[in-house]
């Protein structure tokens, strides 16, 4: 009713609840949900009896054992010409579990936020310690293969080594690479 005092229960409300069907008749439902959405609860049903539309509103309610359920109340104002006390008929649904599996969506979907920047911070920082070496491999084979006939053989040799010397570094930081993927995969 208008006192959000239950004047019906069926079976699945009694069961969630833990408590027997007669027993909750004429008891309130706002004893069962917690005091920081009792406010929520008592706009909903307000706006039940206000409104000629079915009324919606998603809320905690805690049974007897004093575990709580998220729960989407639906109700709607029962229209009724012979009893003079206006009711709401309210459908409860039980959202608990739904809701843990968002949350753990959410909480997976966050982690997996983390771990892509991440990657793509580890994507930078190698792009970088690439770009040195890749820069030493190419500024000096261009210009060995510029300035081949006008260098002597030992600047040609010395190029040579510079050349050798990046492809090395290169060589190394690939296999480092290639460890560290064979230890994260487990391998």
């Known amino acids: 009713n208008k006192e959000g005092l239950i004047k019906e229960v069926n079976l699945s409300a009694s069961k969630l609840f833990g408590i027997d069907r007669n027993k909750l008749i004429n008891k ?15 706009l909903f049903i307000k706006s039940v ?8 509103v998603e809320i905690n309610v805690v049974n007897k054992e004093k575990d709580t359920y ?30 843990q599996i968002q949350n753990s969506l959410k909480e997976s979907n966050e982690e997996l936020q983390v771990l892509n920047n991440t990657k793509d911070k580890f994507f930078s920082i190698l792009a970088h310690d ?47 690479l ?6 994260q995969s487990g391998r």
């Open 49 to 56: 009896f206000e409104s000629s539309a079915k009324q919606s």
């Open 70 to 99: 998220h729960v989407l109340l639906e109700g709607l104002k029962l229209e009724d010409a012979v009893e003079s006390e206006h009711k709401c008929q309210v459908a409860m649904i039980d959202l608990t579990e739904y809701k």
């Open 28 to 42: 309130s439902l706002i004893a069962y949900i917690p005091s920081t959405e009792k406010d929520v609860f008592q």
């Open 178 to 183: 290639l460890e560290w993927s064979r230890l």
């Open 130 to 176: 690439l770009r040195s070496p890749f820069h030493g491999l190419l500024g000096f084979s261009n210009m060995l293969l510029a300035e081949y006939d006008n260098l002597s053989n030992e600047e040609r040799k010395h190029i040579t080594e510079r050349i050798n010397l990046s492809a090395i570094y290169v060589f190394k930081l690939i296999e480092n």
